[in-house]
Nanobody, 119 residues
Framework: QVQLVESGGGLVQAGGSLRLSCATS????????IGWFRQDPGKGREFVAT????????SYTDSVKGRFTISRDNAKNTAYLQMDSLKPEDTAVYYC????????????WGQGTQVTVSS
């Protein structure tokens, strides 16, 4: 089992920044790829970004490229999502999730943290 706890959400004005953290426990983080997802009420869950277990390979959805940066510190068992130049359309509950590096399925999920961007 892997437990994931997100933190760092909040209310910010458009153009501002937030840094989300995803603290993990239970298993060695280095065996897992980490993904960030978000969900706005009334919409489906949307992929935001992912980082491979080695911390080198990353991928982003087009709408956040150049504004968001995903990173991880395996020694601290923590992953991060730095969000800059935030827009009102980034408002959502943000979730981190973990999958074994060889599997496409995210099987462990956090409870989410709310990000609200005011215009």
């Amino acid at each position: 089992q892997v437990q994931l706890v997100e933190s760092g959400g909040g209310l910010v004005q458009a153009g501002g920044s937030l840094r989300l953290s995803c603290a993990t426990s239970g298993r060695t983080l280095s065996n897992y790829a980490i993904g960030w997802f978000r969900q706005d009420p009334g919409k489906g869950r949307e992929f935001v970004a992912t980082i491979a277990q080695d911390g080198i390979t990353t991928s982003y959805t087009d709408s956040v490229k150049g504004r968001f940066t995903i990173s991880r510190d395996n020694a601290k068992n923590t992953a991060y999502l730095q969000m800059d130049s935030l827009k009102p359309e980034d408002t959502a509950v943000y979730y981190c999730a973990a999958r074994l590096w060889y599997s496409p399925d995210y099987v462990y999920w956090g409870q989410g943290t709310q990000v609200t961007v005011s215009s």
